[in-house]
């Protein structure tokens, strides 16, 4: 098998989750903070999806999983631990060329789940490839303390130049000068140390422009804290 990495944008389509445990939960909570519109298809719901469920914030058809039901969505994640059921629905969605991922049967993934970190709108993914997703979670595990939260608000800001620079219709060759300097500043560093008036003399000699000129309110969260999710 041989897979490239891609983010896929599931923002407010349809997705399919069969099964109802601890790996379902992690699939439909990674699918509800991509802002996904959820459907899960299980007899029964873990405690933590049973208050999403109830909440309203998932749709779920208490029943197992029928063969027909699978078109019009966007995305499949099959974790029922019943292997034979598996098959059923990863052959449903070859048909229907819907992308799909079977729990621990990366044979029958169109696409596999990486280990994620996240700061913000920051994802790093890990893969190996389906041959082992615990080496995955460990090298998350050991990456994790090293990108701290002002990763988060580093993106917030690099974002924030980018639209100025944009706006302000610097040349792109310019452009793309000026962002490649600011991420190689000391900006990071301003940022987790919850300096941010040592942030706006960088963005000043970069760009001119302070985090307020950016529309950027100052970071009240303790922006120090690292690996904290």
Same mark, same amino acid.
């Given at each position: ?5 891609? =983010? ?13 445990? !601890?790996?379902?939960? *992690? ?26 469920? *109830? ?12 063969? +027909?039901?699978?078109?019009? =969505?966007?995305?499949?994640?099959? &974790? ?10 990863? &052959? ?18 169109? =696409?596999? &789940? ?8 920051? !994802? ?5 490839? +389906? ?14 303390? *090293? ?6 608000? #580093? %993106? ?17 060759? !310019?452009?793309? *000068?000026?962002?490649?300097? #600011?991420?190689?500043? !000391? ?13 706006? &003399? ?8 302070? #985090?307020?000129? %950016? +529309? %950027? ?13």
């Amino acid at each position: 098998m041989g897979y490239i990495p891609i =983010f896929l944008d599931v923002s407010g389509k349809p997705c399919l989750v069969v099964g109802g445990g !601890q790996v379902a939960e *992690r699939k439909v909570r990674a699918l509800l903070a991509a802002g996904a519109e959820i459907t899960i298809v299980s007899p029964g719901l873990s405690a933590g999806l049973a208050v999403l469920a *109830r909440r309203g914030e998932v749709r779920h058809l208490a029943r197992r999983w029928r063969r +027909g039901e699978m078109a019009g =969505f966007a995305l499949v994640y099959a &974790a029922t631990g019943d292997a034979s059921l598996h098959r059923e629905i990863a &052959a449903e969605a070859a048909e229907l060329r819907i992308p799909i991922n079977v729990a621990d049967t990366p044979e029958l993934c169109s =696409f596999i &789940a990486p280990a994620v970190i996240r700061r913000g709108d920051l !994802q790093i993914a890990i893969s190996t490839g +389906g041959a082992s997703p615990a080496l995955a979670a460990r090298l998350r595990r050991e990456l994790e303390p *090293r990108l701290g939260r002002e990763y988060a608000r #580093l %993106l917030e800001v690099m974002r924030a130049a980018r639209g100025r620079l944009m706006a302000g219709g610097v040349e792109s060759g !310019q452009r793309a *000068r000026k962002l490649r300097a #600011l991420a190689d500043s !000391q900006l990071r560093e301003c940022l987790a140390a919850g300096d941010d008036r040592a942030a706006d &003399a960088i963005l000043i000699e970069h760009l001119g422009a302070t #985090l307020a000129d %950016l +529309g %950027l309110a100052p970071d009240d969260d303790g922006a120090r804290i690292s690996g904290t999710h």
